[in-house]
């Protein structure tokens, strides 16, 4: 029996300023975790569409006008942010939270 050779499909890559793309359970697990109520799989769903889609950190940020192009790092900037927290040292945050109170905020 002769096998079926495999295609790659390529997908367009949205604009830079078009929205990720929502289902009902994206939608649903965004509403739960807003509200507090979310289940484990619902944070791990809302957090993966909001790295992955919304600050668009599965396309390739680089688009044909600069404007495009500088909004998608700026999204993207918010996904390298958010999966640096993954690894974050806890302890070193804490320490820069502790900060004397009489200090003046534009000199901590």
Do not use: C
């Amino acid at each position: 029996m002769a096998t079926k050779e495999k295609t790659l499909k390529v997908l367009p890559r949205p604009g830079a300023d078009e929205p990720g793309k929502v289902t009902v359970a994206v939608a649903g697990a965004i509403k739960a975790m807003h509200a507090g109520t979310a289940e484990p799989h619902q944070q791990q769903l809302a957090l993966q569409w909001i790295i992955r889609e919304a600050a668009a950190k599965a396309y390739f940020p680089y688009h044909p006008g600069d404007r495009d192009t500088a909004f998608a790092l700026g999204r993207l900037f918010v996904a390298d942010q958010i999966i640096g927290l993954f690894n974050a040292d806890l302890s070193s945050i804490r320490r820069a939270e502790n900060v004397d109170p009489e200090t003046p905020a534009s000199k901590r």
